[in-house]
């Protein structure tokens, strides 16, 4: 792993919990239908025009975050390990112009039902990360926050709102 040392260790770890009034097999969909992730995948105010996967293990990903000016912020990856409906592991990456990778990131989500709830651990850790990778890693938690907030939003219409 190579982190630049400009980047604290604490913006290269992340650990999020939430829980769902909604049975994991439901929040499960939500994290490997396409169709799903272009409704919640990115920070409050972007939105995802494009969400492409090929959902097995190596399969890869393709999402385009679209942000209220209108930039487009692209990242690829692949899928690591898929144990539906309770672990998820994927890895993240956004590429430079040249080429190279700016930054990488594995995700892994944790899915436990209790009682028709789901309850959802992330964890995100850098892989890879150079010290012009600061921004992005400064705003993780907040922009995970936000698609957390989004993805609590789908599920609830989805289910018809039975929280």
Do not use: Y
Not at 26 to 48: I, S
Not at 103 to 123: A, C, M, N, S
């Amino acid at each position: 792993m190579t982190i630049d040392v400009a980047i604290p260790d604490h913006l290269t770890r992340l650990s999020i919990r939430r829980e769902f009034e909604a049975p994991r097999a439901l929040v499960w969909k939500m994290w490997t239908d396409p169709a799903h992730v272009a409704v919640w995948w990115a920070p409050e105010h972007f939105t995802t025009p494009v969400a492409e996967m090929e959902v097995r293990p190596g399969g890869s990903i393709h999402v385009v975050m679209r942000a209220p000016d209108g930039s487009d912020h692209p990242f690829d990856g692949r899928f690591i390990a898929l144990d539906e409906p309770e672990r998820l592991v994927m890895r993240t990456w956004v590429n430079c112009a040249d080429g190279s990778t700016w930054f990488e990131v594995e995700q892994t989500v944790f899915l436990d039902e209790v009682d028709g709830r789901t309850i959802l651990r992330l964890e995100v850790r850098a892989i890879t990360a150079g010290a012009d990778a600061l921004g992005p890693f400064s705003g993780m938690e907040a922009g995970w926050n936000g698609s957390l907030d989004k993805l609590e939003a789908h599920v609830r219409a989805v289910t018809g709102g039975q929280e």
